[in-house]
């Protein structure tokens, strides 16, 4: 990527940093533009062009790189660089399988709290439509991106919440076989409207088994998708 598409990548996110200029915060803004959308699987991350936009050191920027590999996020290639790692079909059917146990654990968990909040998975289903609209596709996949990390915040569990940030990251790394078609994403627009509706008449059971089957459906596309790739 060139340092300007880096900086229009990061934009607005270097007053983030005003607080709090740690490697940690560093990597979080980084796997948010990767959840995003904005840096995509085989980028470099540049070390020059993203310590400028954000203003933080090379230093800082290393150990923020070293925290994304640990996630596998990225990768290091001895005098080549840092660059967003390219998922295998391997790691689409491992990370379908941690998305099962994770975001239907998450619906079984909310039952068992109850008095649960859905407001998060109405604003992204909100979003979606509104960017489905514009047929904005791209924006359509964060809006799904942000869905499924809401069922996952139904746990009330900061474990639980993380992991799905970190899982949902290296799915987008996967998306960029599907982007841009709404083929791919309108039809799982309606099924975000059913999951949300039978989880608003407390009907956890049935969610979970739309979830499910949602969850392999996707991944049985994806891979088919990157197939033809």
């Not at 007053?15 to 904005?38: D, F, K, N, P, S």
């Not at 649960?116 to 609209?133: E, F, I, N, P």
């Not at 407390?202 to 739309?210: H, I």
Request: glycine fraction near 6%; hydrophobic fraction near 40%.
């Amino acid at each position: 990527m060139s340092t300007v598409e880096v900086s229009t990548a990061l934009r607005g996110a270097k007053e983030l940093l005003e607080r709090c200029g740690t490697a940690e915060r560093v990597a979080a803004i980084l796997r948010e533009r990767i959840t995003e959308g904005a840096f995509l699987p085989g980028a470099r991350l540049s070390e020059p062009a993203i310590s400028t936009a954000l203003g933080v050191s090379r230093n800082t920027l290393r150990e923020s790189f070293q925290l994304l590999a640990h996630e596998r996020l990225a990768v290091h290639e001895l005098n080549r660089g840092v660059f967003v790692r390219e998922l295998t079909a391997a790691d689409m059917r491992d990370l379908y399988a941690i998305r099962r146990v994770v975001e239907c654990g998450a619906l079984r968990r909310a039952e068992e709290l109850g008095d649960v909040d859905l407001g998060g998975l109405a604003r992204a289903l909100d979003d979606g439509r509104a960017s489905a609209s514009q047929e904005d596709w791209q924006a359509v996949g964060t809006a799904s991106i942000h869905f499924h990390q809401a069922i996952a915040d139904l746990a009330r569990s900061e474990r639980v919440s993380t992991t799905m940030r970190q899982v949902l990251a290296e799915t987008r790394l996967f998306f960029v076989v599907a982007e841009g078609t709404r083929a791919f994403f309108e039809p799982y627009l309606d099924r975000h409207e059913r999951i949300l509706s039978k989880l608003e008449r407390g009907r956890f059971d049935t969610a979970e088994q739309a979830l499910d089957k949602y969850l392999r459906d996707a991944e049985k596309q994806l891979l088919k998708t990157a197939r033809k790739g």
